[in-house]
T-cell receptor
Framework: DAEITQSPRHKITETGRQVTLACHQT?????MFWYRQDLGHGLRLIHY???????NKGEVSDGYSVSRSNTEDLPLTLESAASSQTSVYFC????????????????FGPGTRLTVL | GENVEQHPSTLSVQEGDSAVIKCTYSDSASNYFPWYKQELGKRPQLIID?????GEKKDQRIAVTLNKTAKHFSLHITETQPEDSAVYFCAASISGGYQKVTFGTGTKLQVIP
């Protein structure tokens, strides 16, 4: 079955360290997204990609970067982790044609809980 | 860009009663409106969606209505059950290859047995 996975599921790091969160999907989707979820703010878009070598900034992109070298993966890097980046991070994917799923539906990964001390 | 407002932020209902969550959007080009349910500690999952060429869609106990003129859409849950307790997110987007979804801030629904 198609799926989207994230690793690690939990991460504790220190201020100033570089951190990379992995996202892998087997839905055969062109679109991939990274969101952060904080109480009172819902899901806020960090970065997104419409295909290989394509990346775009979302509404809260400062301090984060992504790269898309293949269809399946969109790793999220925190260049220098800050306490304000403590959050739950969700990766999602979608495709207008649906791929292995329904058209336009975003399928979410299980999330990564990141704590920056 | 798109702005989605969602109300209420919390909602408590007695088991068996109905629950209604309302959202408004700002971009008249938006044409795809999904609703996601997120249980505690889990990932958001699609429960129903509606496209702009449809005014209402129903799936068992849940229904969604869309008013394009007023730019608002609503989720209706009838005969609520304790397992409906979760956070619900509305969203708005433009369907197609270059999708970008804007989410509301969520409604925490508590169904009291």
């Amino acid at each position: 079955d198609a799926e989207i996975t994230q690793s690690p599921r939990h991460k504790i790091t220190e201020t100033g360290r570089q951190v990379t969160l992995a996202c892998h999907q087997t839905w055969n989707h062109n679109n991939m997204f990274w969101y952060r979820q904080d109480l009172g703010h819902g899901l806020r878009l960090i970065h997104y990609s419409y295909g290989v070598q394509d990346t775009n900034k979302g509404e809260v992109s400062d301090g984060y970067s992504v790269s898309r070298s293949n269809t399946e993966d969109l790793p999220l890097t925190l260049e220098s982790a800050a306490s304000s980046q403590t959050s739950v991070y969700f990766c999602a994917s979608s495709d207008m044609r649906g791929g292995a799923g329904a058209p336009d539906t975003q399928y979410f990964g299980p999330g990564t809980r990141l704590t920056v001390l | 860009g798109e702005n989605v407002e969602q109300h209420p932020s919390t909602l408590s209902v007695q088991e068996g009663d109905s629950a209604v969550i309302k959202c408004t959007y700002s971009d008249s080009a938006s044409n795809y409106f999904p609703w996601y349910k997120q249980e505690l500690g889990k990932r958001p999952q699609l429960i129903i969606d509606i496209r702009s060429n449809v005014g209402e869609k129903k799936d068992q106990r849940i229904a969604v209505t869309l008013n394009k003129t007023a730019k608002h859409f609503s989720l209706h849950i009838t005969e609520t059950q304790p397992e409906d307790s979760a956070v619900y997110f509305c969203a708005a987007s433009i369907s197609g290859g270059y999708q970008k979804v804007t989410f509301g801030t969520g409604t925490k629904l508590q169904v009291i047995p």
